[in-house]
Nanobody, 117 residues
Framework: QVQLQESGPGLVKPSQTLSLTCIVS??????????WNWIRQPPGKGLEWMGV???????YYSPSLKSRTSISRDTSKNQFSLQLSSVTPEDTAMYYC?????????WGQGTQVTVSS
């Protein structure tokens, strides 16, 4: 069973870069044809997909966040990471990492990130 666990600071100052890591266990992030996603949910709002890095390292981003988002991976540690630059209080949300393979999906428990000075 694939399991995911997010990690990173819970508080980020405005204008700084938010950095989160997702550690994957029970499966390799290079296994065909998995996609590894970052998704967030601001308080009182719905889920927002941020971007994905594929098993082959190819990335795709939400157009609304593309200019500020970078997703990378470390295959030696079987983990992938999110960087969101120039954050504002509107980036306050629960951040989730998730893996998908066809109709199957696996989610981390989420980590709360608050943007505040």
């Amino acid at each position: 069973q694939v399991q995911l666990q997010e990690s990173g600071p819970g508080l980020v100052k405005p204008s700084q870069t938010l950095s989160l890591t997702c550690i994957v266990s029970g499966g390799s992030i290079t296994t065909s044809y998995y996609g590894w996603n970052w998704i967030r949910q601001p308080p009182g709002k719905g889920l927002e997909w941020m971007g994905v890095i594929g098993y082959d390292g190819v990335t795709y981003y939400s157009p609304s966040l593309k200019s500020r988002t970078s997703i990378s991976r470390d295959t030696s540690k079987n983990q992938f990471s999110l960087q969101l630059s120039s954050v504002t209080p509107e980036d306050t949300a629960m951040y989730y990492c998730a893996g998908h393979l066809g109709p199957k999906s696996y989610w981390g428990q989420g980590t709360q990130v608050t943007v505040s000075s």
